[in-house]
Nanobody, 127 residues
Framework: QVQLVESGGGLVQAGGSLRLSCGASGRTFRSYGMGWFRQAPGKEREVVGGINWSGGITRYADSVKGRFTTSRDNAKNTVYLQMNSLKPEDTAVYYC????????????????????WGQGTQVTVSS
């Protein structure tokens, strides 16, 4: 069993920044890629980005490319999502998730490729 706990969400003005953290426990964190997703009210959950198991490859949705950056600290079993230049349309509940497969080279973007999910953290961007 894997437990993922997100933190760092909150209310921020447009143009501001937030850093989300996702702490993992329960299996060998360093062997699995991690993804970030978000879900706005009335919308489907969508991929934001992700990082592979080694940290050497990251991937982002076009809507956040250049503004969001994900990184990981395997010593702390934690993955981060740095969000800059936030926009009102970034408002959503943000989730981290763990890849089903260990040591996958690339970063998957489909929900079905992720096995464990955190409880989510709310990010609200005011205009």
């Amino acid at each position: 069993q894997v437990q993922l706990v997100e933190s760092g969400g909150g209310l921020v003005q447009a143009g501001g920044s937030l850093r989300l953290s996702c702490g993992a426990s329960g299996r060998t964190f360093r062997s699995y890629g991690m993804g970030w997703f978000r879900q706005a009210p009335g919308k489907e959950r969508e991929v934001v980005g992700g990082i592979n198991w080694s940290g050497g490859i990251t991937r982002y949705a076009d809507s956040v490319k250049g503004r969001f950056t994900t990184s990981r600290d395997n010593a702390k079993n934690t993955v981060y999502l740095q969000m800059n230049s936030l926009k009102p349309e970034d408002t959503a509940v943000y989730y981290c998730a763990a890849d089903i497969l260990p040591k996958r080279v690339l970063v998957p973007t489909l929900l079905k490729d992720y096995e464990y999910w955190g409880q989510g953290t709310q990010v609200t961007v005011s205009s």
